[in-house]
């Protein structure tokens, strides 16, 4: 069984959340339809970001017991009482009831040993976007589940009869793919992986931080700068091999073949990969390598070929001196590295403690899906653009979401825009 986890968002009088098993205030409505009518309304007049909006804690795998109610944000700052005589300018938000109400179920891996800080990266994201929402916040339940298969099919079992009105859930590519297989989408339902089977159940919408999108960006890109001949860098690795194929389906459709090359992903072998590309016709490098990799293979390719990459090879948030071996390369990456001025980058908060740059990079998504929840409470949305802290987010034919990045690049160690995209 999940574990519900009550969110409340802040911007109400300063009272105690309630805990588990105490008696809480009324239910927001109790009509569905009146629900969503009155939370859609409110929430797209406040947030008109969603046609073009101007719009970061790292914790052990997570303690819940199983049909424990949480409030969390328990410490968070009191909101002043008014002055004597006067009143709030609009009536404040009210918790969610422990029972049956409408609520946005976000369901995660949270009690996995193994996906547990990963999935917690998400969930501070997507709470934090809620936090800035105030008072227009959705109404969301965290579900804490053991894996990301069938203990998170029975939560999401468990918050249909909870009253979810939207589930967000399937961290993982088998977590999708398992949901999407399942009877469990019969409302709106985001999953955030690309499931295996592309066709999605109705009413169902995918966004992930496909690296395979990267790719096929990267290959855009290098044709745009006039390339037209490249050498393939990547490993044996499952991952890689996705990789190489995106590239070299995107290359192929616009600049012809391009030439693989087998890196065994020991530092130990990488000296040997420039003998193996020197006799290679090519005017660029495409790695779809791991940041170790990309490290260990980049000092062994000539400096008079550019070097292209995904943001799998990359750590933004690296010390300069680290990077400073990533000098030329070029990779696409989202705004919430590389675009600090952009409009969202600068509402939502980094996170409050140190995280991995993957796990930040989860806890941007969880903004961006946060804010894809109260236009997929529309029935059946066909058009959607996001101007997200993840990229330029746009719903395509099949209910997924595309996400396009920043192409970047490294000066002095630094990651940033290119100049042509600044």
């Not at 098993?21 to 859609?40: D, H, I, Q």
């Not at 992986?193 to 855009?220: G, K, T, V």
């Not at 995106?246 to 693989?260: I, M, Q, S, V």
């Not at 941007?364 to 959607?384: E, H, M, T, V, W």
Request: aromatic fraction near 6%.
């Amino acid at each position: 069984m999940g574990v519900a986890t009550t969110y409340n968002p802040v911007g109400r009088p300063a009272s105690r959340p309630s805990a588990a098993g105490e008696p809480e205030s009324p239910s927001l409505l109790s009509s569905f339809a009146r629900f969503t009518a009155n939370l859609l309304a409110t929430f797209l007049v406040a947030s008109p970001a969603f046609s073009a909006e101007p719009s970061r804690e790292t914790t052990a795998p997570s303690p819940f017991a199983p049909s424990t109610v949480v409030t969390p944000l328990r410490g968070a700052p009191s909101v002043p009482a008014p002055a004597p005589g006067t009143l709030p300018a609009q009536p404040a938000r009210q918790p969610i009831p422990v029972g049956p109400s409408p609520h946005v179920a976000l369901i995660l891996p949270l009690s996995s040993p193994f996906l547990g800080r990963v999935a917690d990266a998400f969930r501070l994201g997507f709470l934090a976007a809620g936090e800035v929402a105030g008072r227009n916040a959705l109404p969301v339940r965290v579900y804490a589940a053991i894996d990301d298969g069938p203990a998170a099919i029975e939560a999401c079992t468990q918050a249909q009869a909870g009253g979810a009105v939207l589930v967000v859930a399937g961290l993982t590519r088998d977590g999708a793919s398992a949901l999407a297989r399942s009877t469990c989408p019969r409302q709106p339902t985001l999953v955030l992986n690309s499931p295996q089977d592309p066709e999605l159940p109705a009413r169902m919408y995918a966004i992930s931080l496909s690296a395979e999108q990267e790719a096929r960006q990267a290959a855009l890109m290098a044709i745009n700068d006039g390339m037209t001949a490249a050498i393939v860098i990547g490993t044996p690795t499952t991952l890689s091999r996705r990789v190489m194929e995106a590239f070299e389906r995107e290359w192929g459709r616009a600049a012809g073949e391009a030439r693989r090359v087998i890196f065994s992903g020991n530092p130990d072998d990488a000296p040997a990969i420039k003998e193996r590309i020197a006799a290679l016709r090519a005017d660029m490098v495409f790695f779809a390598l791991d940041q170790q990799g990309t490290r260990a293979v980049r000092p062994y390719i000539s400096a008079t070929l550019p070097v292209y990459a995904t943001s799998l090879g990359v750590d933004p948030r690296a010390d300069p001196s680290v990077n400073v071996d990533l000098e030329g390369v070029r990779y696409v990456e989202m705004p919430w590295f590389v675009q600090p001025d952009h409009p969202a980058v600068m509402i939502y908060p980094v996170p409050s403690t140190p995280m991995s740059v993957e796990q930040e990079r989860l806890y941007a998504l969880g903004i961006d899906a946060y804010r894809l929840c109260g236009p997929l409470l529309q029935s059946d949305a066909k058009s959607l653009t996001l101007d997200g802290v993840t990229g330029r987010i746009d719903l395509e034919p099949g209910r997924h979401f595309a996400r396009t990045l920043v192409p970047s690049g490294f000066d002095a160690g630094r990651a940033g825009p290119l100049q042509s995209s600044r």
